[in-house]
């Protein structure tokens, strides 16, 4: 019975502060002489392991906020192996005064037939009337709208011209744009004169008409022959690959303005515009992460473009594209149910989605792509309209917060929040050497790309070529893994107060098998008293026929001994 007795073991509590291996915390049962030392030890302890774990727990958020980072990979790759981007060719002019003349003079002969002084009573009336194309291009600050009585009227007139109902807008303001050979006068690739139609081509963009160099993206012309003539000048025209990077090894060319030849200009400036971007993307630039270049009148400008390739690993697929803020290829399509995507081209297809939610159709410029409608005369006060709306009159603002939209607003402005940029591809850096153009001496320059050509009018040479033979590639990948994240922990909890995976093992054993290991044992003398007391009682007592005996201490009925089942059985006869 002495064996069996329960004794008195010390405190959990006091046995863990004694055994434990977490630094300081032993010393809580030392004797001390001072006052209120042992609470003071206490607060230090716990302000440290506050302190601790809201370090960690800011980790975790970060980690979770951003799971990856950028890092220079060893790797360069040749600029070979990197498309030289395309670029346009724009001179801010809308319209060549002489083909909106000739224009203008045959839409009034039409009208005059039609009916007489409908719109316009002289053809120079009829060309100020339609200058109004111009308000396709939505630019924010045009002045002097046309009312709706002027437009419908225009709405009929190009119906009868065009005899269709769905006059080709877009076509017509492509038609009406400057010709490239009057814009770019001469050119040279890899050091070889060239003839400027086989490598420009006019395409409509919202700043306007624009001669396109190493153009990839299909026409979405709505005449056939010309959309046709656009694709098969695309199939014909192998890209621009460069294999050095020299000046020697680029492409040069002359540019030309002609100051008579203006009509509407969104800008008062004298100079040119160049767009650099992606060879498929639309030549506007939506994100601004490429380059938009104004090149002044009678200067030489160099653009050396250094091409910078990133990638990422498979592994952050594992994160939503909100948390890496990329899309793979794959994923990108599927957002926008294309072949191709990237972030300029998603901005473009949630500006015209939110145009065809707003008015029904898409202003000409802005027609990039397939099944769209396009807006007519009729359509251009729904266009401003949603122009002002989108832009609050800030031309460059694509992407607004959602606070700072009025209720108003809701229904007609996307917010594009599902564009994010791609994780795999290449960006190009575009730096910028300019210097001013000497005139020509005796009106003609005598040698060099400008060589028999005047002053006379506006010029500027434009170079561009990758500025170094190499590329520096980066890669996107996981911070860490749940090892990682370990052993930041451990660090830590370690320096802080020598916590290490042993410590939370002594934890967790104090606070439940300490208390499982109390219970179990108490519940095993129980076990053994109760079957110490049941011996006993079976010693005393006096059995008979009635009540046979137990048989040996077994506690199921079921195994009883041979000995009791006979005494049963004759029972069961005598009754």
């Known amino acids: 019975m002495s064996s069996l007795r329960k004794t008195k073991k010390p405190r959990a509590y006091n046995e863990f502060l004694n055994n434990t291996s977490i630094h300081g915390l032993r010393l809580l049962l030392f004797y001390t002489p001072l006052k209120h030392a042992r609470s003071l030890w206490k607060l230090l302890i716990i302000a440290v392991i506050f302190w601790t774990h809201f370090i960690i727990i800011n980790l975790i958020i970060q980690y979770i906020d951003q799971p990856t980072e950028v890092h220079m990979s060893t790797n360069r790759v040749h600029i070979s192996n990197s498309p030289f981007p395309a670029f346009g060719v724009c001179e801010g002019n809308k319209f060549s005064r002489r083909k909106l003349q000739a224009y203008a003079e045959r839409v009034f002969s039409i009208q005059q037939r039609f009916k007489h002084n409908f719109l316009a009573t002289t053809p120079k009336e009829m060309f100020n009337y339609l200058l109004h194309l111009d308000d396709f291009y939505l630019f924010p600050n045009d002045e002097n709208k046309a009312n709706e009585t002027i437009l419908a009227k225009l709405d009929i007139l190009l119906k009868v011209v065009?005899?269709?109902?769905?006059?080709?807008?877009?076509?017509?303001?492509?038609?009406?744009?400057?010709?490239?050979?009057?814009?770019?006068?001469?050119?040279?690739?890899?050091?070889?004169?060239?003839?400027?139609?086989?490598?420009?081509?006019?395409?409509?963009?919202?700043?306007?008409?624009?001669?396109?160099?190493?153009?990839?993206?299909?026409?979405?012309?709505?005449?056939?022959?010309?959309?046709?003539?656009?694709?098969?000048?695309?199939?014909?025209?192998?890209?621009?690959?460069?294999?050095?990077?020299?000046?020697?090894?680029?492409?040069?060319?002359?540019?030309?303005?002609?100051?008579?030849?203006?009509?509407?200009?969104?800008f008062d400036i004298e100079a040119f515009e160049i767009t650099v971007f992606p060879q498929y993307d639309y030549p506007n630039i939506q994100s601004s992460h490429i380059g938009h270049i104004l090149v002044d009148y009678y200067s030489i400008v160099e653009i050396p473009i250094q091409p910078e390739f990133y990638d990422s690993s498979d592994s952050i697929r594992q994160f939503k594209p909100t948390v890496r803020n990329c899309y793979f290829p794959d994923e990108g399509q599927k957002v926008l149910n294309r072949s191709y995507y990237s972030i300029d081209?998603?901005?473009?297809?949630?500006?015209?989605?939110?145009?065809?939610?707003?008015?029904?159709?898409?202003?000409?410029?802005?027609?990039?792509?397939?099944?769209?409608?396009?807006?007519?005369?009729?359509?251009?006060?729904?266009?401003?309209?949603?122009?002002?709306?989108?832009?609050?009159?800030?031309?460059?603002?694509?992407?607004?917060?959602?606070?700072?939209?009025?209720?108003?607003?809701?229904?007609?402005?996307?917010?594009?929040?599902?564009?994010?940029?791609?994780?795999?591809?290449?960006?190009?850096?575009?730096?910028?050497?300019?210097?001013?153009?000497?005139?020509?001496?005796?009106?003609?320059?005598?040698?060099?790309?400008?060589?028999?050509?005047?002053?006379?009018?506006?010029l500027a040479i434009v170079k561009l070529f990758f500025k170094q033979r190499f590329a520096q590639a980066t890669e996107m990948d996981i911070i860490g893994d749940w090892v990682v994240l370990l052993n930041r922990?451990?660090?830590?909890?370690?320096?802080?107060?020598?916590?290490?995976?042993?410590?939370?093992?002594?934890?967790?054993?104090?606070?439940?098998?300490?208390?499982?290991?109390?219970?179990?044992?108490?519940?095993?003398?129980?076990?053994?008293?109760?079957?110490?007391?049941?011996?006993?009682?079976?010693?005393?007592?006096?059995?008979?026929?009635?009540?046979?005996?137990?048989?040996?201490?077994?506690?199921?009925?079921?195994l009883i001994p041979k000995r009791r089942t006979t005494i049963l059985m004759g029972k069961l006869f005598d009754n």
């Open 162 to 266: 065009h005899k269709t109902s769905d006059y080709p807008i877009q076509d017509i303001l492509t038609e009406l744009g400057p010709d490239c050979e009057n814009l770019i006068i001469r050119g040279i690739v890899y050091g070889i004169p060239v003839n400027i139609s086989d490598y420009f081509r006019r395409r409509l963009t919202t700043n306007g008409v624009c001669c396109m160099f190493n153009y990839k993206r299909e026409s979405y012309a709505y005449n056939e022959e010309i959309r046709n003539g656009d694709n098969r000048f695309i199939r014909e025209k192998q890209p621009i690959q460069f294999e050095a990077n020299s000046i020697l090894n680029s492409i040069q060319f002359v540019l030309q303005s002609n100051r008579e030849d203006f009509t509407v200009r969104d």
């Open 345 to 458: 081209e998603c901005l473009l297809q949630c500006r015209s989605e939110s145009m065809t939610k707003h008015c029904g159709c898409v202003s000409p410029p802005m027609g990039a792509m397939k099944n769209l409608t396009y807006c007519n005369f009729n359509a251009l006060p729904c266009l401003r309209e949603w122009n002002a709306k989108w832009y609050d009159w800030n031309y460059f603002a694509h992407v607004r917060d959602e606070n700072n939209e009025s209720e108003g607003d809701s229904t007609t402005r996307h917010k594009c929040r599902h564009c994010l940029p791609t994780c795999d591809g290449v960006n190009f850096r575009i730096h910028l050497n300019e210097m001013t153009m000497r005139r020509a001496y005796g009106g003609k320059y005598s040698h060099g790309l400008l060589k028999d050509l005047s002053d006379s009018k506006p």
């Open 489 to 558: 922990f451990g660090g830590i909890m370690g320096l802080m107060y020598g916590f290490s995976i042993i410590s939370l093992l002594e934890i967790l054993y104090y606070a439940t098998g300490k208390f499982l290991s109390f219970y179990w044992n108490n519940w095993k003398l129980n076990i053994q008293k109760k079957a110490i007391e049941t011996s006993a009682v079976i010693k005393n007592r006096k059995f008979t026929r009635e009540e046979p005996p137990p048989a040996y201490d077994l506690y199921w009925n079921e």
